[in-house]
T-cell receptor, first 110, second 114 residues
């Protein structure tokens, strides 16, 4: 059974810092890995999807990497802003399942 | 949450009553999913559908049933609600499963069972 772990569970940084969120998964037989953002009381918004054959994906200030062999993905946020405050979740896609981590709650203070 | 509408967004009910949550999409996507989100557990799959009248169980399907009579609608029914089913329920859609396609979520339905 796939297990997905996100570290840290919570992170507080001052505005402008570059930061890294970590996601690890136990079964490397995945089709892709997806990063989501969730604002309080809202649904999930997809940020980046990395195919199993890819090493990284970039969107604006966000960069996600994938190392299948070690079962790890990272989400890099450059020059963080207060508007980046949210919970970030990763999800590993298997054949018929999508397993979520419990998320990292990020607070960026002005 | 363009293309996905969940209803009701909030519901309070009593133990033992049936409850139906509706997910409506305008994207004509083949796959639809129901998840529940609970503190300490994250998101867990309840049921999913891969076409009209084609459904399958997820990780936490006990106490839930689903129906999909039209491409655009996926209903989640709690046959006899219990307090353990108090949760936030999310519907999601995707074009293919498994595959490269992004999973898109609705805004959620918060259910409280007293």
């Amino acid at each position: 059974k796939q297990e997905v772990t996100q570290i840290p569970a919570a992170l507080s940084v001052p505005e402008g810092e570059n930061l890294v969120l970590n996601c690890s998964f136990t079964d490397s037989a995945i089709y892709n890995l997806q990063w989501f953002r969730q604002d309080p009381g809202k649904g999930l918004t997809s940020l980046l999807l990395i195919q199993s054959s890819q090493r990284e994906q970039t969107s604006g200030r966000l960069n996600a990497s994938l190392d299948k062999s070690s079962g790890r993905s990272t989400l890099y946020i450059a020059a963080s802003q207060p508007g980046d405050s949210a919970t970030y979740l990763c999800a590993a896609r298997g054949y018929s399942t999508l397993t979520f981590g419990k998320g990292t709650m990020l607070l960026v203070s002005p | 949450d363009a293309g996905i509408t969940q209803s009701p967004r909030h519901k309070v009910t009593e133990t033992g009553t049936p409850v139906t949550l509706r997910c409506h999409q305008t994207e004509n996507h083949r796959y639809m999913y129901w998840y529940r989100q609970d503190p300490g557990h994250g998101l867990r799959l309840i049921h999913y559908s891969y076409g009209v009248k084609d459904t399958d169980k997820g990780e936490v399907s006990d106490g839930y049933s689903v129906s999909r009579s039209k491409t655009e609608d996926f209903l989640l029914t709690l046959e006899s609600a219990t307090s353990s089913q108090t949760s936030v329920y999310f519907c999601a859609i995707s074009v293919e499963d498994p595959g490269a396609n992004v999973l898109t979520f609705g805004a959620g339905s918060r259910l409280t069972v007293l």
